[in-house]
């Protein structure tokens, strides 16, 4: 027989036969309560892991997004870059060409 005193669970028999029956009752339903609770406890842990990896590819997708369309915008401002270079050397080779006497600054300045 079970009891609970002081805080503490007592077994106190009521035979010596019935004695380590009850503990040995009292230890299987304790061992199946322990695999119990840790097939629980595994159950929750897996759900865990499973809602970070969902978390997890869903960032990477977004931050898959958000590198795509910053490359699309460096390639955009290259080429930006490369016009403006080109026109600036066209304007140099104009202004090299029409370098003439008359856009000369005269010698008294």
Not at 44 to 58: G, N, S, V
Not at 91 to 97: I, Q, R
Request: hydrophobic share 40%; proline share 3%.
């Amino acid at each position: 027989m079970l009891a609970f005193t002081s805080g503490k669970l007592r077994l106190l028999p009521q035979n010596e036969g019935e004695y380590s029956g009850a503990l040995i009752k009292l230890q299987v339903s304790l061992v199946y309560l322990g695999g119990t609770m840790a097939n629980l406890v595994s159950e929750e842990r897996i759900i865990e892991l499973e809602t970070k990896i969902a978390y997890q590819e869903d960032l990477l997708e977004s931050l898959n997004a958000t590198i795509a369309a910053q490359q699309q915008q460096l390639d955009q401002l290259e080429k930006v870059c490369r016009a403006l270079i080109e026109r600036w050397e066209q304007m140099n080779d104009t202004l090299k060409s029409h370098s003439s006497e008359q856009y000369e600054i005269p010698p008294h300045y």
